[in-house]
């Protein structure tokens, strides 16, 4: 079996000495070949090239940034031959996943231990297993994801921590946090909501102020906690959204409090929930702060979203 481990060399739980340790783990089931990335979008790159040279597993060891990239890079590396199967699944290489960054929700979402030591050993075990899942994932325009997407707020919050990360702040449940508090009373227009969500078919839902997408559940993690807006996402299904109609302080309140709860689900008048969509349109009347996965993209007009069922195959 041949597999390529693509390394980011920045991911924050990982050392020099443990990725040996994985390394040497990994070559005793697989002829392995590691990359390390030198750039954003490099994983993308190696991914694609990996696939085309028909490699039976992509391994990463670094954070959800990572994975998003080399997941990317595998659906568009579209394998050509005769004969190929119709579902990406069955065609593309398998995907393994160390945890290596700070919150790993894709590695957690599919079952895997938190911390790399772990995970590696399952991850081994499923190798030697023949041990694989698989997963829809989400698509954005023409960018893939693999369990959340925002437009609006929690975007807006995301770019907010990155910044502050790019200034020498650690990523913390608390740097989230404040960050949620300064975007929300400081930057976002809450009496004037534009989006609208449009299905085929259906009658546009208009003032919406954030959106918030799953395809798994939970959505994130503060530390060990999960946050699950749409805790019915599955991999298994179509894409779920909940969205606040308006931004008014007392219900935006309520839901962040039943959001953060694990008790129920949000819900209420100024909370819109839909399950198992295959697509639909977000389109905002100012650009909007979009996210994929955790990773701030700037702002969007308009972004259409889609289902795509049995996307590919994950070691577990």
Sequence with gaps: MRAILVVNPKATTTTGRSRDVLVRALRSEVDLTVEYTRRRGHAVALARTAAREGVDVVVTLGGDGTVNEVVNGLMTADPAGPGAARTP??????????????TNVFARAVGL???????????????????????GLGLADDRYFTFCAGFGLDAA?????????RKGRVSTPGLYLRSLMNEYFLATDRRHPAISLERPGETAIPELGTVVIQNTAPWTYLGDREINPNPNASFDLGLDVMALRRMRVPGTVRAVTQILSRRSYPHGKQVLRLHDMPEFTLVSQHPEAFQLDGDYLGERNKVRFTSVTAALRVIC
Aim: glycine share 8%; aromatic share 4%.
């Design 89 to 102: 699944a069955d065609r593309l290489p398998a995907l393994a996943t160390v945890p290596g960054g700070s």
């Design 113 to 135: 231990p938190s911390q790399w030591p772990e995970a590696a050993g399952v991850i081994l075990e499923g190798l030697r297993l023949r041990r694989f899942r698989t997963i």
């Design 157 to 165: 919050v995301i770019n907010r921590v990155e910044r502050a990360r």
